[in-house]
């Protein structure tokens, strides 16, 4: 019998995005190459082994974190976490723990993005001036953790899932930063303690595999919105602690007394239950991945369209208009012959890919000339009877895109398209 392939993580030589996925496979006991990509020094962060290995690994997404097993790959690193979580048992069990899960990467991500956000500036003054934004808000977010995890030993419930790995990572990043500031949150304190405890875990940081620094190396219902400059909401404003959420945010599900926020942990529990997720184990794998592809190709829409003037827009769309043709050309060639993202079956992550695209279609109109395989694919979705309908009807909402101190596409007039 031929000897198994170690797999392949790759990432920069911080620990950020991967340090979750490292702890996980140290924790399983899985002996894997820890590649890690050189960067270079201000002011070009030079990175020429990633743009060299880039293009040629033969992945459908090129990005990092990416996993390699033999001739299996895949980015993005929630896909990463939940592949691994899949093979090695640390994927919740029940449709609660699963449901609590789907909400929670979005959570753990807006939490660990807003320390990143804060260490991400590149003078003395504004990490000041994020620190004194950030700092305020750490207790707000670590009081509804605490409750949410309330007796249980994990996030989850009973059982240790990949979502524990992300959360301590972020919680342990941050007590770098301030060593103290789980003073008053006695339950997240022994909860993190409990997992750096786990024996696994504590060998792998205690080993000369387990690197502390750096952290980071750079980080490349609707409510009305009134006018500029407030863009007061004092409608959610009122509602949005009164409402009994764990994690208060838009957009909210409600459902009886079931409460959920998180986009994507929505459309997976509406999908989980009229039957739009994937059944097998290579469309679950597909799905996990496209969430951050899809994620990733809208947001850049979406910063060029948040800007505040003509001039910002402009400069904004000279980098987001060049690499549009790119990441179509990997959609193009991900979807191949198949009918779906997923393979033969609709699932929710085309509902988001195919909203992204029609955004995109009211900005540039001709955006897919020569991209065939996608425009069949959208119009295919859009034929759809129930989609058709709604869309024909006066339910649908064509505009704005966005709220109102976006540039383009925040008012209820189509702007000029391009």
């Known amino acids: 019998m031929s000897e198994q392939p170690k797999p392949i993580l790759a990432y920069w030589d911080v620990r950020c995005l991967a340090e979750p996925i490292r702890l996980m496979l140290e924790y399983c006991g899985v002996e894997f190459v820890d590649k890690r990509y050189p960067t270079g020094d201000a002011p070009m962060y030079a990175r020429p082994e990633w743009k060299r290995d880039k293009e040629g690994l033969g992945f459908d997404f090129p990005n990092v974190p990416y996993y390699i097993c033999g001739d299996f790959k895949l980015t993005e ?9 899949r093979k090695y048992g640390l994927l919740p069990i029940t449709a609660i723990q699963s449901t609590r899960c ?39 977010d670590l009081k509804k953790f605490e409750r949410f995890l309330g007796s249980n030993e994990w996030l989850a419930g009973d059982k240790l899932t990949y979502v524990d790995f992300a959360f301590c990572e972020a919680l342990d990043s941050i007590q770098l930063f301030k060593p103290n500031f789980l003073v008053g ?6 909860y993190l303690e409990r997992f750096f405890s786990l024996k696994a ?11 502390k620094l750096p952290l980071h190396k750079f980080v490349d219902k609707r409510y009305p919105t009134g006018d500029a400059p407030m863009y007061a909401r004092p409608e959610w404003k009122r509602d949005k602690e009164g409402l009994g959420f764990d994690f208060p945010n ?14 994507w942990a929505i459309m997976k ?33 979406i910063y060029m369209c948040y800007t505040t003037n003509k001039e ?39 509902f988001a890919f195919c909203e992204a695209l029609d955004s995109i279609q009211l900005f540039k109109p001709n955006f897919l000339v020569g991209f065939d395989k996608l425009k069949q694919y959208l119009e295919r979705f859009f034929s759809l009877k129930a989609v058709a309908d709604y869309r024909s009807s006066d339910r649908f909402q064509k505009l704005p895109l966005h709220s109102k101190y976006y540039f383009w596409g925040g008012s209820k007039e189509l702007q000029e398209t391009f």
């Open 250 to 263: 838009v957009p909210y599900y409600i459902c009886g007394d079931f409460k959920l926020t998180e986009s």
């Open 185 to 190: 949150f006695d339950k997240l304190k022994q």
């Open 77 to 85: 690193s929630w896909a990463i976490m939940k592949h691994i979580g």
């Open 312 to 350: 910002d827009f402009e400069a904004a769309k000279q980098i987001y208009l060049p690499r549009l043709p790119e990441d179509l050309k990997k959609f193009e060639r991900f979807l191949g012959s198949n009918e779906w993202l997923a393979g033969d079956k609709l699932t929710y992550v085309d």
């Open 102 to 140: 789907d909400m929670l990467e979005g959570c753990i991500e807006d939490f660990r993005n807003r320390f990143i956000y804060m260490c991400y500036t590149t003078n003395k003054e504004d990490f000041e001036a994020a620190k004194q934004i950030y700092l305020p808000r750490l207790p707000e």
């Open 201 to 211: 875990v504590a060998d792998y940081r205690s080993s000369d595999r387990f690197q």
């Open 269 to 301: 529990h509406i999908g989980r239950k009229y039957g739009l997720l994937p059944i097998t184990a290579i469309q679950s794998t597909r799905c996990d991945m496209l969430e951050g592809c899809i994620e990733d190709f809208r947001n850049r829409f």
